[in-house]
């Protein structure tokens, strides 16, 4: 129990600094900027009880925002994906699977299960963050673009890295 | 009673959830109006820290460009100087302190966090009031304008980027003199808009466009950018005209902010004109 709080914890401060080191300091475009560190919510197990996804969705979006100008965005986008993540669960997969320690990866759930999860609830948390980064519906397709070609990314980002942990976890 | 309890302990995740999400948009509309106290407030003690450090560690990599940059500006700065001019006749220079007064004066300041790709782009310097740095201050780089102190703290000022939503910097074509005003589309981070340009203005690509004192944030003919495009807005009359901007946003890192000391008697001028204007 103790070893697994520590290691959410370690994962927590390492996709963060993640996040503010090395993913925003890459600039493609303006329309495209990844936000990783939700991974952390994507990948908690299904029974992981809703209030404690909500908990740590606010705390991981807290983060994200005191590293910003503006607060509030990742906050507000990080908790409705984290609130949605319950329904998605419970729309694609067995009762059993619900009540089991199982964790999301391209392993439990095949790869195009997968995909569309993440695709799915990464889309629910750009499209909240860049609405609210923009604040304003003014240039209302530009955001809708910012926010297509970020999930991609996003999703590209998170499926590589899954790849990349798998591998080592099934060595 | 009981119903209450067994409703609210069968949604009670739902509550939860409308919550968090009351209060992430209480605090987004409470720090977007910018008349409170700065976010920065609470936050730059841990994050700027956590920032500066990494500034610290990838300082190193563009040295090279930097040292560059400010050995090209000190050059030009050595041209300006009084000893490079060559005097004519007899030496009149006399020191006269009722004819030069110091306008502005310079703050260096090293940039903390910068973002380029947001459509709202704040940058954190590490100059604060402790240092003379005050509201609506102009931030210049070597190349050219960056933008207007947003938000200021005892050690770290916010500074609203020309590469944000809301920000509108007065301008001028150097070659004419004639005034617009440069705002940001937010799809691309190279360049920016001038608008407000009259038709009759005779402007052509290439054109350099530069800052204009009458902000009185920025002193006058700091270089902006270089005219790319020019459209015709037949609607109003005037030229949608796209600039190139000469300021390296993706690799600011030693800026300047600029303090106009007449800047409060400029716009006490100004806003006592406008009362008596009011008046009439």
């Given at each position: 129990m103790i070893l697994d709080t520590l290691n959410y914890l370690l994962r927590f401060l390492l996709l963060i600094f993640f996040q503010i080191a090395i993913i925003n300091n890459i600039d493609l475009s303006t329309y495209v900027n990844p936000y990783i560190y939700i991974v952390f919510i994507l990948s908690l197990p299904y029974n992981t009880k809703p209030w404690v996804v909500l908990v740590l969705s606010l705390l991981i979006g807290m983060t994200m925002d005191s590293f910003s100008s503006l607060p509030g965005p990742h906050i507000a986008a990080t908790v409705l994906m984290g609130y949605s993540r319950r329904f998605y669960i419970m729309f694609s997969t067995n009762k059993d699977d619900q009540n089991a320690?199982?964790?999301?990866?391209i392993s439990t759930k095949g790869p195009v299960g997968y995909l569309i999860y993440v695709f799915v609830l990464v889309f629910i948390h750009h499209f909240m963050l860049f609405f609210l980064e923009a604040f304003?519906?003014?240039?209302f397709f530009s955001t809708i673009a910012r926010i297509f070609f970020s999930t991609l990314f996003t999703v590209l980002l998170i499926i590589m890295g899954q790849l990349l942990f798998y591998k080592i976890a099934k060595k | 009673m009981k119903n209450l309890v067994f409703f609210i302990y069968k949604y009670f995740v739902f509550f939860m959830f409308l919550a968090f999400e009351f209060f992430a948009l209480i605090v987004l509309f409470r720090f977007n109006n910018y008349q409170q106290a700065s976010f920065l407030n609470y936050t730059s003690s841990t994050s700027s820290t956590i920032f500066n450090t990494i500034n610290s560690t990838?300082?190193?990599?563009n040295l090279k460009t930097l040292n560059d940059s400010l050995q090209l500006e000190n050059a030009r700065l050595r041209t300006q100087s009084l000893q490079s001019y060559y005097q004519n006749g007899i030496t009149k220079t006399e020191i006269n302190d009722t004819l030069f007064k110091q306008q502005y004066i310079y703050i260096a300041a090293q940039v903390v966090n910068n973002s380029i790709s947001k459509r709202n782009n704040f940058i954190t310097i590490d100059k604060g009031t402790l240092h003379g740095v005050k509201r609506f201050d102009g931030v210049i780089c070597p190349n050219g304008v960056v933008g207007i102190v947003w938000q200021v703290t005892p050690y770290y000022s916010l500074v609203q980027s020309v590469l944000n939503s809301k920000s509108s910097t007065g301008a001028k074509i150097k070659k004419t003199g004639d005034i617009g005003s440069i705002t940001w589309d937010g799809s691309n981070s190279l360049f920016a808009q001038l608008s407000k340009v009259n038709t009759y203005v005779p402007v052509a690509v290439g054109d350099e466009v530069v800052s204009t004192a009458q902000s009185a944030s920025y002193p006058e003919e700091i270089p902006i950018g270089k005219i790319v495009k020019i459209d015709r807005n037949p609607e109003k009359n005037d030229y949608d005209i796209t600039i190139l901007i000469h300021t390296p946003f993706s690799r600011l890192k030693n800026v300047y902010v600029v303090r106009n000391l007449f800047k409060e008697s400029q716009q006490s001028a100004e806003t006592k004109a406008l009362e008596e204007e009011a008046k009439k």
């Open positions: 320690p199982i964790k999301p990866s304003s519906f003014n240039q | 990838t300082g190193y990599f």
